[in-house]
């Protein structure tokens, strides 16, 4: 008889997923754009598709902070999620040493550095966190573990659960809102508290 229970999968321990930021080097133009789509995965919790579907249009100032405004996830659900400003300076950081100014944010990067292209796809996204969670020596790491990261470490940074469910995107999330009476923040987001930015970023070496 099969047994009924919760997949839990894996997530990062704080430490860890600070690890895993500080290995793509910016100095390479393949490592400013993997240290720009890692914490879109695990500071804001997005999906595979969500990522690789993301234009700089998206990206939106919203109570004084940024944010990836309406975007549209699983099951078509719309959701905005806010965007710590040391994961902002990495996006700006990486569209313009890539010199890109509109449509999708992240694009294929050649052996040589060269940027080419008008996107990515979920493929290559999966073969970059298995390539820098090797490198940082953790054992079977997919992109929806980074997701399942986010979530835990703005819980565990005292996030409040509605706010990690509008974060998230889980359904129901009107449902939360109309039992608790709650509003999602954008200023003074769950995640700008969860403190895994690398130290080595925006082109430094060392």
């Known amino acids: 008889m099969k ?11 704080p430490d860890q997923a600070i690890a895993l930021l500080e290995v793509p080097d910016p100095g390479m133009m393949k490592g400013k754009r993997d240290l720009a789509l890692l914490p879109i995965l695990v500071a804001c919790g997005l999906r595979r598709h969500e990522a690789v579907e993301l234009n700089i249009s998206d990206l939106q100032q919203r109570e004084d ?6 975007l549209i996830g699983k099951a078509s ?14 996006i700006d950081d990486w569209l313009q040493a890539g010199g890109i100014s509109s449509g999708r944010i992240f694009r294929r990067v050649t052996r040589a550095g060269t940027v080419w292209g008008s996107g990515l796809s979920e493929k290559v996204v999966w073969h970059v966190v298995r390539e820098y969670a090797r490198k940082a020596g953790i054992e079977k790491l997919a992109p929806h573990d980074l997701r399942r990261t986010c979530a835990r470490l703005c819980h565990q940074a005292g996030g409040e659960l509605d706010q990690i469910q509008f974060l998230l995107g889980h359904v129901p999330v009107q449902t939360t809102e109309r039992y608790l009476g709650c509003k999602q923040r954008i200023r003074n987001a769950v995640n700008d508290r969860i403190g895994i930015q690398p130290k080595r970023r925006m082109g430094s070496e060392g």
């Open 65 to 70: 902070h940024w944010a990836i405004v309406d």
């Open 3 to 13: 047994k009924i229970g919760v997949r839990l999968g894996n997530w990062l321990l």
């Open 77 to 90: 659900h719309i959701r905005t999620i806010p965007v710590p400003d040391w994961v902002k300076d990495l």
